[in-house]
C-alpha cells in the first residue's frame, strides 16, 4: 500500500488501542471512519478484518479514495440527511472530527451549536445498537460536549481519557437519540421528568 507508507500511523495508536480494548476481534465487524481524509488508515482496519467504510465531507478526498478502491461515503456529519446506509455500524469511530466541524451550509464556517449537537444525533444514527462509537480530538480543545449529552444521543459513557478536559471517549449504543431539542439547554426537560431510557424520552 504505497500510498500510506509516509502516512503518521501513530496519531491513530490511541484509537485503535481503545477500539481493540473493547472490541478485541474486528474479523467481519462493520466499521465506519468518519472523517478519514483520503483513507489513508482505512486499509489497516481492513488488514484487521474489518469492512471498513469512510465518511468525508471532502469530495477531493472521495474522489482520491475511491480511486484506490476504498469505500466512501461523501456527507456532512451535521446534516440531518444522511448518505442511505444499508445498515448502522458495528464501530464508528473519528479522529479530529467533532472538534473540527463544518457548518452544512457550504461555507467553510465552523458548525452552529445546534449542528454540533445534530452531529452527536448522526453518530448515534449511523452505530448500531450494541455497537461502538470511539472518538478523539486535540487534547488542548477537549470535547464541548457533556455526559448528558452522549446520554441524550442513546450512548452509556464506557471511558473518557482526559482530565480535566475529555479528548476520547469510548462510547456504547443503548438506545435511541433524542429529539434534537432535548439538546439545547433551553428546550431541556427539568430534572425528575424524563423517563427512564427503557421507556423513551418525553416528548
Request: net charge negative.
Given at each position: 500500500m504505497e500510498f500510506v507508507k509516509d502516512y503518521p500511523a501513530e496519531v491513530y495508536l490511541l484509537l485503535l488501542a481503545h477500539l481493540l480494548k473493547y472490541m478485541p476481534s474486528l474479523d467481519g465487524k462493520r466499521v465506519l471512519e468518519v472523517g478519514p481524509g483520503a483513507?489513508?488508515?482505512?486499509?489497516?482496519?481492513?488488514?484487521?478484518g474489518a469492512e471498513v467504510t469512510g465518511f468525508e465531507l471532502n469530495p477531493d478526498f472521495v474522489s482520491f479514495a475511491k480511486g484506490k478502491g476504498l469505500n466512501m461515503l461523501e456527507g456532512n456529519l451535521v446534516d440531518p440527511a444522511l448518505p442511505n446506509i444499508d445498515q448502522p455500524f458495528d464501530v464508528v469511530m473519528g479522529y479530529l472530527v467533532l472538534d473540527l466541524l463544518r457548518s452544512s451550509t457550504g461555507d467553510d464556517d465552523n458548525a452552529t451549536r445546534t449542528q454540533q449537537y445534530q452531529s452527536l444525533i448522526n453518530?448515534?444514527?449511523?452505530?448500531?445498537?450494541?455497537?461502538?462509537?470511539?472518538?478523539?480530538?486535540?487534547?488542548?480543545?477537549?470535547?464541548?460536549?457533556?455526559?448528558q449529552d452522549w446520554q441524550h444521543a442513546g450512548?452509556?459513557?464506557?471511558?473518557?481519557?482526559?482530565?480535566?478536559?475529555?479528548?476520547?471517549?469510548?462510547?456504547?449504543?443503548?438506545?435511541?437519540?433524542?429529539?434534537?431539542?432535548?439538546?439545547?439547554?433551553?428546550?431541556r426537560i427539568p430534572a425528575g421528568r424524563v423517563k427512564k431510557r427503557t421507556e423513551g424520552y418525553i416528548q
Open positions: 483513507g489513508m488508515f482505512m486499509p489497516a482496519l481492513s488488514a484487521l453518530l448515534s444514527r449511523l452505530t448500531a445498537l450494541g455497537g461502538l462509537c470511539i472518538q478523539q480530538v486535540r487534547p488542548q480543545t477537549g470535547f464541548r460536549f457533556t455526559e450512548f452509556e459513557v464506557l471511558e473518557q481519557v482526559g482530565d480535566p478536559m475529555p479528548y476520547l471517549v469510548v462510547l456504547k449504543k443503548v438506545g435511541d437519540p433524542a429529539p434534537l431539542e432535548a439538546f439545547i439547554p433551553s428546550h
